[in-house]
């Protein structure tokens, strides 16, 4: 079984590519790359892959602007539209990030004043979420899908959902540097558990306690580290007071926040990784988990079964 597959990067990359009509050009021209996504730098967010991503484009002679990182919905908004029109003349091509939800509007409104200054765009989909709002909001979603050059997703999951409305997407697998995952081939896991995730209500952090509750009796000596930033909607309070509640205090550790560069050693510190939200896509936590060796119990949401199904297929 492969267990190397190349950088999400390199396969944007390529699509980038495509965009210019000289391609032998390029070997002298300094490419430059607009990415609108949430790109947020404070002590709550955990870096994302697309943060990721600009980092590694700078890392090979791209330009990169990025918008935005404001906190502020409306700021935010202002701020994406703001970038598009006052930097138009140092990109050359523009990469979307589309989520559900309120984050729908930004993604939707870049998207159409990229068309207005011609740009060519890549459009990203994501959100475990995402295909129900696409139910709820059929017209609007189908009628943006038609407007990038390009329409990108990180799961089979997203792919089968959303290519109805747009039949030449094309799937991008999440994916990770598998060496800088440890792998420990776990023969006798202990009941040694980790949660890996932002402290929000869409991550379900409460059914871990609920989880640990049922089990303690026949695992005395179980423990769980509940590891990620506090999103500030009240998750991280309900869920230090339902393990009060439930007398397991003692069983629940809560590191905090962890780096990038932190996660394979907070991973490789339990032999179980709990995946318990409500909707997800292709998680990179679980993917990071696999390549780790830890034994992957989730709930059945979204692009999980896909991603649990492929194994490391999907890395």
């Known amino acids: 079984m492969q267990r190397d597959r190349l950088l999400r990067l390199r396969s944007n990359l390529a699509l980038i590519y495509s965009f210019y009509r000289e391609p032998t050009s390029m070997i002298d021209k300094r490419k430059r790359i607009l990415l609108i996504g949430n790109h947020f730098q404070d002590s709550s967010h955990n870096i994302n892959a697309w943060q990721e991503l600009a980092r590694q484009l700078a890392s090979v002679n791209y330009d ?14 202002f701020d994406m539209i703001f970038t598009i029109i006052s930097r138009r003349r140092h990109y050359d091509v523009a990469q979307v990030d589309l989520f559900s939800g309120p984050a729908f509007i930004w993604g939707f409104i870049s998207v159409i004043m990229l068309r207005l200054f011609q740009k060519p ?10 295909p129900e ?7 609007l979603v189908k009628y943006i899908l038609q407007k990038p050059n390009i329409v990108t997703v990180p799961s089979n999951y997203l792919l089968h959902a959303l290519k109805p409305y747009r039949t ?22 202990e ?3 980790i949660w890996l995730r ?8 409460e059914l871990a306690i609920k989880v640990i509750a049922r089990l303690k009796t026949k695992f005395p000596n179980i423990i769980l580290s509940m590891i990620g930033p506090d999103k500030g909607d009240g998750s991280m309070q309900r869920t230090r007071q ?17 780096t990038k560069d932190e996660v394979p050693r907070w991973l490789n510190q339990g032999d179980i990784f709990i995946n318990t939200t409500n909707f997800d896509n292709t998680p990179i936590s679980v993917m990071e988990a696999m390549a780790c ?7 059945n949401v979204g692009g999980i079964p896909f991603l649990l199904e492929d194994g490391f297929d999907a890395l």
Not at 64 to 77: C, D
Request: proline residues 6%; aromatic residues 8%; contains cysteine.
């Open 64 to 77: 990169v602007i990025t918008t935005s990182n404001k906190i502020n919905r409306i700021s935010r908004i």
């Open 293 to 299: 060796g830890l034994c992957v119990v989730s709930t």
């Open 168 to 189: 030449d997407i094309r799937l991008i697998p999440n994916a990770i540097n598998i060496n800088h995952y440890p792998f420990k081939n776990r023969c006798n896991a």
């Open 242 to 258: 339902l393990a009060v509640q439930l007398n397991i205090e003692e069983f629940v550790d809560f590191p905090g926040k962890a």
């Open 198 to 205: 932002a402290f929000h209500e869409i991550y379900n952090p």
């Open 121 to 130: 765009t890549i459009l990203t989909l994501h959100g475990g979420n995402l």
């Open 133 to 139: 709002f696409t139910r709820k909001h059929s017209g």
């Open 191 to 193: 009941p040694k558990l």
